[in-house]
Every structure is written in structure tokens, then in C-alpha cells.
């Protein structure tokens, strides 16, 4: 029977969660299914069916670290989302014109900000989700799933005063609604992207260091 690569994508997922105790029975389990299916049921079926149980293992694993420490990761992903908020609103309003009056030249001002407002949430956010990893070493997506909970608590709260506001009509007439709401959502899932990703760069380091000294 010829060896048929799984899914690169689902590989690399299920990857992450490299130094579980049960990760090669898992990896072996899925591998061997995975052959049995391509020969049996196709590439597509079988394709499917690893991503599901890839899905399927990565929350199991994602739930056993969180209930490993919850109150930990609930604090750490309540602190940081706090702190790097407080952090983003000076450094975008306050800091940002102190900056832009005293050292960029008018001709570059409109530059300047567009550039300042997408650098500094970006390298802020990721900062801190990779700051967060290494405080809960072990359990990095665990805080980054809290962290996306407290924002989407944060959003959701955001989304309803706006409705609230407009259907009283004190909004002022120049703001649109929908238009809000599509902002505020995008921000949001920039923001929960943006900070998973510096918490996985974390657990990848960290894996990758831990199978050189295996190696």
C-alpha cells in the first residue's frame, strides 16, 4: 500500500500539542485510520475525516489545559486584555499626537497615522499574546481561548450599547450603525487573531526546543 501524506494544515495543528503525554498514540492512531481510509473510502473522505478528528483531539487537549489551571488562565487572559487595551488607547490617541506634533512634519501627517494605527495595535497585540505564553508555559492556547472570551464578552456588550444608543436615537446622525457594528467585529477578530498568533508562536518555540533536546 502506498503512503499517502495527511493533510499538512491539520499536521501542523495537531503538531502544537506535540509534548501531550498521549500526542504519539494519538498521531499514530490518526496516521494508520488515515491510511486505512484513503485506500478504503478515497482521499477526499479520508481528508475529512482526519480534519474532524483533528478538530476533535486539538479541543480535548485545548479543555485539559485549561482545566489544568482556570483561574490562572482566566486571570492572565483578563489582565492582559485590560493592559494591552489601556496601553493601545494611549499609545493611538494621546502619545500618537504627541509624537506626530513634535517630530513628523505636517506633509507626512496622514501617513504617519494610518501607518502608527495599524503597527502598533499589530506589534502590541501579538506582543502580548506572546508575553501571555510565556507566563503559562504549557498552557498558551488555553489563555489565548480566555482571552478571546473576555473579548468577545467585551464586543458583545460594545454591539448591544450601540443598538441600545441608535434605536434611542443618541447616536449622532453622522454615525451608521451597521457600519459600527461591521468595525467593531472586525477589530474584534483582528484582535483575538492577532494574539493567538503570538501565544502560538511561543508554543511552537517552545515545542521545537523540546524535540532538539529529545533529539
Partial sequence: MEYVTPPQAA????NLFASEADFAIVLGDLTEEFQKRVCALGHASARRWYWREVFR?????????????????????????LGVSVVVALLT???????????????????????WLILVPFLLYIGTGAIAGMLVRGRELA??????TWSTVYCAVALYILT???????????????????????????????????????????????SSRAS
Avoid: M
Avoid at 499536521?11 to 495537531?14: A, G, M, N, V, W
Avoid at 494574539?195 to 526546543?209: D, E, V
Fill in 143 to 148: 489563555v489565548a481561548l480566555s482571552f478571546a
Fill in 11 to 14: 499536521s501542523i495543528l495537531l
Fill in 57 to 81: 483531539n486539538v479541543f480535548a487537549w485545548i479543555k485539559r489545559e485549561f482545566l489544568r489551571t482556570p483561574v490562572q488562565a482566566l486571570a492572565v487572559g483578563l489582565a492582559t486584555s
Fill in 93 to 115: 490617541g494621546p502619545v500618537r499626537l504627541d509624537v506626530q506634533w513634535a517630530w513628523i512634519p505636517p506633509r507626512y501627517w496622514h501617513l504617519f497615522q494610518y501607518t
Fill in 164 to 210: 441600545y444608543s441608535a434605536a434611542r436615537g443618541r447616536l449622532p446622525r453622522t454615525f451608521n450603525l451597521s457600519q459600527l457594528n461591521e468595525r467593531l467585529v472586525i477589530q474584534w477578530a483582528g484582535i483575538v487573531l492577532l494574539y493567538f498568533f503570538g501565544c502560538i508562536w511561543i508554543r511552537w518555540h517552545r515545542i521545537s526546543r523540546l
